[in-house]
């Protein structure tokens, strides 16, 4: 079983900045990605961006030059600094891994971050 505990959502007005936060525990040899997907009311969850071990980064277009995502193998923690927000960034944001576990590659989500970027 792991566990994620994310942090760092908030209200912010549009243009500014927001760093969310990820942290993994449990019973795993290593973590294969660590991603952010947001939701918005009405929407359907999306992939905002995601990273490999390795450091392959990849982002949905509309956040792109705006966001970076970065890990910390030694912490196994994502992050993901948003800068430039805009209101349709207004979402739930939910830290997402895929870890190496004993006989299986599992799939774990967190329980979510609110950001509202304000106009």
């Known amino acids: 079983q792991v566990q994620l505990v994310e942090s760092g959502g908030g209200l912010v007005q549009a243009g500014g900045s927001l760093r969310l936060s990820c942290a993994a525990s449990?019973?795993?040899?290593?973590?294969?990605?660590m991603g952010w997907y947001r939701q918005a009311p009405g929407n359907q969850r999306e992939l905002v961006a995601a990273?490999?071990?390795?450091?392959?980064?990849n982002y949905v277009d509309s956040v792109k030059g705006r966001f970076t995502i970065s890990r910390d193998n030694n912490k196994n923690t994502v992050y993901l600094q948003m800068n430039s927000l805009k209101p349709e960034d207004t979402a739930v944001y939910y830290c997402?891994?895929?870890?190496?576990?004993?006989?299986?590659?599992?799939?774990?989500w967190g329980q979510g971050t609110q950001v509202t970027v304000s106009s």
């Open positions: 997402n891994v895929r870890p190496r576990e004993l006989f299986t590659v599992g799939e774990y």
């Open positions: 449990g019973r795993f040899s290593s973590i294969i990605t």
């Open positions: 990273i490999t071990s390795g450091g392959t980064t």
